[in-house]
């Protein structure tokens, strides 16, 4: 434990700054796991619901420093890719 009044406060800070980082990074992956059940059901407008919910989380958490702006380009790019699929599909 810390012995200095600063480091004290630094520490609890810290904390505080882990557990709201962790709490973003829970919801990235649930708005995930929804949009990965939403485009495994092959519903049009059900994935592209879920598609403008996990970008907007994607979006909130590069403002608020949790991920970097790449990762979640990256996985934007890597969703819209799978909506493609589901848009491109020949109805049966």
Not at 12 to 20: D, H, P, R
Not at 57 to 84: M, P, Q, T, Y
Request: a positive charge; aromatic letters at 4%; glycine letters at 2%.
């Amino acid at each position: 434990m810390a012995n200095i009044k600063s480091a004290k406060k630094r520490i609890l800070v810290i904390e505080k700054k882990n557990a709201i980082n962790k709490a973003v990074k829970s919801k990235i992956l649930t708005y995930t796991k929804k949009f990965k059940a939403a485009v495994a059901s092959k519903d049009l407008a059900l994935s592209e619901s879920a598609y403008s919910e996990i970008t907007s989380v994607l979006d909130s958490a590069v403002a608020d420093g949790v991920i970097h702006a790449n990762c979640a380009a990256r996985r934007k790019s890597k969703f819209a890719k799978e909506l493609d699929k589901i848009r491109t599909q020949k109805p049966e």
